[in-house]
């Protein structure tokens, strides 16, 4: 009887310690981030980066400034960088102090200067057909391309499943709030130049809205294309992936 008990006791016990050894490993990359002053800083897109496989994972500060990234892996080293429209860049980085799933505080402070507006050049015509498009879009309904949206309204096309249908779509969500908030900023800047000043005065910060507008694109259309079969995304139009080239940009 006694071996019977301890034979049961073990098979009790397999389950949780091969789920022990099993589990996968997960870092979190955590933290705070705020201005000079001290304030939180929203809408700071915060990169954490792998050192040993580079994968990287992104994400966007709440109202209060804080961020919470987990990463598939253990790795030695993680880089992270935060960025907003009118600070310098901020680079960290951290390394483990363990061999367990570790949480990473990464608190990072904006110090730099704001970035000058010139920085990138604008032509007259290229901020003319910006402008138009601001002009012609209802506010709070900025004009977005959105080319996951239109993956799923040719799910038909495609022949996508309804998992697939319903992954897209948190996608195409996504990449619509990023990119819908970037445009009304883009909107009432020009606006606000237009009736205090010239507003070519802030074409070097709506330049750089719209490259942040088309790297957003670029990712939303590279997860996408992860959740296709190769067959299905060989049927996708080639007029919405080569679009995400110009996704930030109206001029082209």
């Not at 705020?34 to 915060?46: H, K, M, W």
């Not at 799933?101 to 057909?129: K, M, R």
């Not at 719209?210 to 997860?223: F, K, M, Y």
Request: proline fraction near 6%.
């Amino acid at each position: 009887m006694k071996a019977v008990n301890t034979l049961v006791a073990a098979m009790l016990a397999a389950p949780g310690l091969v789920s022990a050894q099993t589990a996968a490993p997960r870092d979190v990359v955590a933290g705070r981030v705020t201005d000079l002053g001290g304030r939180p800083v929203a809408g700071a897109q915060i990169e954490a980066v792998s050192l040993a496989s580079n994968l990287s994972r992104t994400q966007i500060t709440d109202s209060s400034g804080r961020y919470r990234i987990s990463l598939p892996e253990q790795a030695p080293r993680y880089r992270v960088t935060a960025r907003r429209m009118g600070f310098s860049p901020v680079q960290r980085t951290v390394q483990r102090g363990s061999t367990r799933n570790e949480l990473f505080v990464v608190d990072i402070q904006f110090t730099g200067a704001p970035l000058a507006l010139s920085i990138v050049e604008i032509t007259g015509d290229s901020y003319g057909a910006l402008e138009r498009e601001a002009e012609d879009a209802a506010p709070g309904e900025p004009a977005v391309l959105n080319p996951v949206a239109e993956m799923v309204a040719r799910k038909d096309l495609l022949r996508l499943s309804a998992v697939q249908v319903l992954g897209l779509s948190d996608i195409a969500d996504s990449l619509q709030a990023q990119n819908s908030a970037l445009f009304r900023r883009v909107h009432t800047l020009i606006e606000r130049h237009k009736e205090n000043g010239d507003p070519r005065e802030v074409t070097g910060t709506v330049a750089m809205m719209l490259r942040e507008a088309s790297a957003n694109s670029d990712r939303a259309v590279q997860a996408a294309e992860k959740m296709l079969r190769p067959e299905q995304w060989t049927l996708v139009p080639k007029t919405i992936t080569d679009r995400t080239d110009s996704a930030g940009s109206p001029a082209r």
